[in-house]
C-alpha cells in the first residue's frame, strides 16, 4: 500500500502547480517545477520504486511518446537480462507496474493502455541516475 506521506509530499512539493509535474514529458527535459519537487521527494519516493520500476521509466524516457505494456516489455527485458543476467524476470503484464508509476505521478496514461513519462517521471529518473546505491544496476550500459 502507498504510503500517504509520499503523495502529500509530491503535492506540497509542487507547490499546487501538480498538473504541471504530471504533464507528458516526452524527449524534452523536465520542467523546473518538476526538478524541484523530485528534489524533495526523491528519498521518500526511492523507498517505493524497484529497480525494474527505473527501468521501465529509462524506456518510456528513450521512446518519448505513448507506449502500451507489451511494447515497454520489449525494451525492459533485454535491458533487464543485459544489466543483471542471473536477476529476477520481468513479468510478462507490466500493467499494475504502469499503473503505480501513474499513482506517483512519474507516468501519466493518454488511454486504458498507453503510457508516457511525465515531466516529474524524468526529473525522478535524472535523480535516479546519481543514486549509486540503489539504482546503480540499472543503468548500466
Do not use: W
Not at 123 to 128: E, I, T
Request: glycine share 6%.
Amino acid at each position: 500500500m502507498l504510503d500517504p506521506t509520499i503523495a502529500a509530499a509530491v503535492i506540497t512539493a509542487s507547490g499546487g502547480m501538480i498538473q504541471k509535474l504530471i504533464e507528458i514529458a516526452g524527449k524534452s527535459e523536465p520542467n523546473a517545477q518538476a526538478k524541484k519537487a523530485a528534489s524533495k521527494t526523491y528519498d521518500k519516493l526511492a523507498l517505493q520504486i524497484t529497480t525494474h520500476s527505473v527501468r521501465v521509466l529509462r524506456a518510456l524516457r528513450q521512446v518519448g511518446s505513448y507506449q502500451s505494456p507489451s511494447q515497454v516489455l520489449g525494451i525492459v527485458d533485454p535491458m533487464a537480462k543485459r544489466q543483471e543476467p542471473d536477476g529476477k524476470d520481468f513479468e510478462g503484464d507490466l500493467t499494475y507496474r504502469l499503473k503505480f508509476l501513474c499513482v506517483l505521478g512519474l507516468v501519466q496514461t493518454a488511454s486504458a493502455t498507453d503510457y508516457a513519462i511525465t515531466h516529474f517521471g524524468v526529473a525522478f529518473l535524472a535523480k535516479a541516475s546519481e543514486d549509486n546505491i540503489r539504482y546503480s544496476k540499472a543503468f548500466v550500459a
